[in-house]
């Protein structure tokens, strides 16, 4: 969700009244500074993983010495957090993202608010743009350790280096590790993952997008030719299976609403449902297409 976002493409301009409407990039060091303010988003934990240098990402404030408030851009999203009625909050956001993106160009923009004060101001945010909602479930599993039990033809696998090696490797599984780890070698150092194989081919596999302290959210992805054979929930389960070997203590999973495949994988390997949220979806209007 929300990954089209390029904060490297922050452009700051010289004038005074821009540069106090433009939000600030903050600096690394002073990420701790912010997590208060970011209390709304203790369901995504790539907000967390990002303060804490575990995701990259990139944190911008309205003031680096008294910040009221802050945007988070992660792999997993975009974040807001401050108060909608502030006038300059939402003159901030509206330069920020138009020296940012490009409609045109990019896909759908996605952001997330902190509280349920947000949507009256949405619009008002990306005013030439078309705003949606996407009703959103997350879930989060504890133990006991799921059992994963693969089809005849398949067995499970965990994704370590060995595999990458001597594997053909999807560069979907490898996008996915560079972008939400950085780097395949900071995955294999920190993250986690497991994946259904046969034969020689990958046919699912489920890695974990974060970790921050016991906390760790998963993915999944099954290859076409290889769905409708349970395998998302068997990935799924030897993926919790190994966090919960590792000591961590609670595994997290978010989905659209709509997505009934997802939600009924995270529900047959033991996930409850925590809490349906709303994210926000900004496209160009069909008649500048």
Known sequence: ?????????????????????????????????????????????????????????????????????????????????????????????????????????????????????????????MPDLDVFAVPRRHYVHRKPRPQPNPPPGYRIAPIDATLLQHRQVP????????????????????????????????????LADCIVADRAEIGIHTAPEHRRRGLATQVAAAAVAIAFDRGLTEVGWHCNDDNVGSYRTAESVGFTLQRRYRIFGYRVPAHRH
């Open 1 to 125: 969700m929300g990954r089209l976002l390029r904060a490297d493409a922050v452009v700051h301009t010289g004038a005074a009244s821009m540069r106090r409407k433009m939000l600030t990039r903050l600096s690394r060091h002073a990420y701790a500074t912010v997590a208060k303010l970011l209390t709304g988003f203790d369901h995504q934990l790539s907000v967390a993983a990002v303060l804490a240098g575990a995701m990259p990402g990139d944190v911008f404030v309205d003031d680096p010495v008294r910040p009221s408030a802050v945007f988070v851009h992660s792999p997993e999203g975009n974040f807001v957090g401050g108060d909608p009625a502030d006038v300059r909050l939402i003159a901030g956001l509206r330069e920020h993202l138009a020296a940012t993106i490009m409609p045109e160009r990019d896909e759908d923009l996605v952001l997330s608010f902190d509280h349920d004060g947000w949507p009256p101001a949405a619009q008002v945010i």
């Open 171 to 206: 560069s979907h599984l490898r996008n996915w590790m560079g972008s939400n780890w950085g780097s395949e070698d900071a995955f294999l150092a920190h993250g986690f993952g497991a994946a259904a194989l046969r034969g020689e081919d990958l046919a699912s596999w489920s």
